[in-house]
């Protein structure tokens, strides 16, 4: 089935808070879909979109966001 821009859904759907579709699924124009890359990509794309900017050597910054997302 041939695929084309659009019929996936986004990675954080518009509204999204607390959830994201990730992997081959999700749509994303930064890579190509069929490489590894694109799944770690998109699990990273959701990841910033949903935490907002985070300075990624603060660990604790990171802790922080990840325990106020899983309540």
Same mark, same amino acid.
Request: charged share 25%.
């Given at each position: 089935? +041939?695929?084309? /821009?659009? #019929?996936? +859904?986004?990675?954080? +759907? *518009?509204?999204?808070? $607390? =959830? /994201?579709?990730?992997?081959? =699924? /999700?749509? !994303? !124009?930064? #890579?190509?879909? =069929?490489? !590894?890359?694109? %799944?770690?990509? !998109? ?9 907002? $900017?985070? #300075?990624?050597? *603060?660990? %604790?910054?990171?802790? $922080?966001? =990840?325990?106020?997302? %899983? *309540?």
């Amino acid at each position: 089935m +041939p695929r084309q /821009a659009g #019929d996936r +859904p986004a990675v954080v +759907p *518009e509204g999204a808070v $607390k =959830f /994201a579709f990730i992997g081959q =699924f /999700a749509e !994303t !124009t930064r #890579d190509c879909i =069929f490489t !590894t890359e694109y %799944s770690v990509r !998109t699990g990273m794309e959701a990841a910033y979109q949903l935490l907002g $900017k985070i #300075d990624n050597t *603060e660990i %604790s910054e990171l802790l $922080k966001e =990840f325990h106020l997302i %899983s *309540e």
